[in-house]
């Protein structure tokens, strides 16, 4: 079984959703934790403009995003975890680019020795990480109503993105093939982000799990709804709450 999880955007991860994430995984053991993207904000070097009330501290960020993959990959020794760049990731290769050229060359300024991914054995995958033949996860680039459609529509294969920050499903028949394309929610504090972005978005707070016993990706892909007191998985009949 597979963990799919994105859009972390730390510093302003939701820490409850965040700690249940981690019984849940401490308890089914997974085998590999893929991360979709935006597990930082890099709101410090964001090209747009910052609200005073929301921290500024690309130290505070990175250290954060460092504590989040440390705990993840405590709460299950054997996973494997993959972290695919998102588009915040990518403000940091930006800002070099724009601010510091001369820097960009140093043996240390990558997200990987910031994260300290190596020593953690996580992989850093560039953009497409194919979990399957025909089937690829992705950060993605698709939002509005119908995230899912929009990444369906472009890759025409299964596959589960985030980036869009909602839930959405898209799905496709033939006499031949059962496609899906499944966009997962966001997993960062909602009264942190919703109050500077429109609340006509409907974003929402999701994850994915891939059971590889069943043979159609419908079967295998159950999406986790999440709210303010935690998640159900329906394959585990399990409730896990979300914790401080
Ligand atoms: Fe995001």
């Known amino acids: 079984m597979d963990v799919v999880i994105s859009d972390i955007h730390c510093p302003f991860q939701d820490k409850p959703l965040i700690n249940a994430i981690l019984k849940f995984i401490a308890d089914s ?13 890099f709101y410090s070097i964001s090209p747009f403009d910052r609200c005073l009330e929301r921290a500024e501290n690309m130290q505070y960020e990175l250290d954060e995003a460092r504590m989040i993959l440390k705990n993840f990959k405590d709460a299950a020794n054997d996973m494997k975890i993959f972290l695919i760049l998102g588009n915040h990731e990518d403000r940091f290769e930006k800002y070099l680019n724009r601010k510091a050229p001369a820097l960009r060359g140093l043996r240390d300024l990558t997200i990987e020795r910031q994260l300290s991914m190596p ?13 399957m033949p025909g089937f690829i996860i992705k950060h993605g680039e698709s939002v509005g109503r119908y995230p899912a459609r929009g990444e369906y529509n472009k890759e025409f294969c299964n596959g589960i993105s985030g980036h869009g920050h909602k839930t959405d499903i898209c799905r496709s028949y033939s ?16 009264s942190i982000i919703d109050k500077h972005y429109s609340k006509a ?3 929402s707070q999701s994850f994915a799990i891939i059971d590889y016993k069943y043979k159609y990706v419908a079967d295998m892909v159950e999406i986790i709804e999440c709210n303010e007191k935690g998640f159900y998985i329906k394959s585990k009949d399990n409730f896990y709450e979300k914790k401080i």
């Open 201 to 203: 978005c409907r974003w």
């Open 119 to 131: 020593e953690m054995n996580i992989t850093l995958v560039p953009y497409i990480y194919e979990i």
């Open 175 to 190: 006499y031949k093939n059962d496609r899906g394309w499944y966009s997962i929610g966001h997993l960062a504090n909602k």
């Open 29 to 41: 053991n997974p085998e590999r934790l893929i991360i979709a993207g935006d597990l930082i904000d």
